[in-house]
């Protein structure tokens, strides 16, 4: 097993039962079904909340550098998969508005940082274990990709209810339960990035033909 994967898995895996542990203790506090999951970094908790989000980014930075060195995630997912990471840190790092003070910079940020986070792992996944790229297929790629393709259907559904709300003068955040379709999503985006690390921790770096090595292939089956 890869030795960044194994991290990555290890920390992703800690930081999202922190965030849902988190959530399970404050049920009676807040609604699930409205509020967001980053409501939990503006109460007492909110180290906590923060040292969740940051685990899960760390492991998916290290996921991210075992499919790298392995030559697994090409350029466009890596940056994919690094605007995630960059995005789940700004996320972390910056609490979100807290609406009984009014707007802040650090809400806007942290505005920012989830939006580039929650758009950039789909593609990451999609592009990284889409299994026309692979001769071989595992059961990891193809969960990885069913997964990436169910994180764009909702974003995609996201945008649509945005834009329909719009167009009938409500706010976008009024027009879905945006606590539950969150959290609905967030499952989802963090399921397809488990599913990259266990590919990236089974598959061994011998098994991975150097560049090299795929250009004397093509050569010799392009003679033949």
Not at 31 to 53: A, K, Q
Not at 179 to 191: N, P, Q, Y
């Amino acid at each position: 097993m890869h030795q960044p994967a194994r991290w990555g898995l290890g920390a992703a895996g800690a930081g999202s039962m922190v965030i849902l542990g988190l959530d399970l203790t404050n049920l009676d506090e807040m609604n699930p079904f409205r509020r967001t999951i980053s409501e939990h970094g503006l109460g007492p908790d909110g180290w906590i909340f923060g040292l969740g989000v940051g685990l899960l980014a760390a492991g998916s930075l290290a996921i991210g550098v075992s499919l790298a060195r392995k030559r697994l995630a090409g350029i466009f997912g890596s940056i994919a998969l690094l605007g995630w990471c960059v995005g789940l840190f700004l996320t972390a790092w910056f609490e979100k508005h807290d609406w009984s003070v009014g707007p802040s910079l650090s809400g806007s940020i942290h505005r920012v940082g989830s939006f580039v986070a929650f758009l950039c792992l789909p593609l990451a996944v999609v592009i990284i274990a889409r299994p026309w790229r692979h001769k071989e297929r595992s059961k990891a790629t193809l969960a990885a990709f069913g997964l990436g393709i169910c994180s764009v259907l909702w974003v995609a559904g996201i945008g649509a209810v945005m834009l329909i709300g719009a167009g009938n003068g409500l706010p976008w955040y009024r027009v879905m339960p945006l606590g539950l379709v969150e959290r609905g999503m967030a499952v989802t985006e963090v399921a397809a990035l488990l599913a990259l690390g266990v590919w990236a921790a089974a598959k061994r770096l011998e098994d991975v033909p150097a560049p090299a090595a795929q250009g004397r292939s093509v050569a010799m089956r392009s003679s033949t």
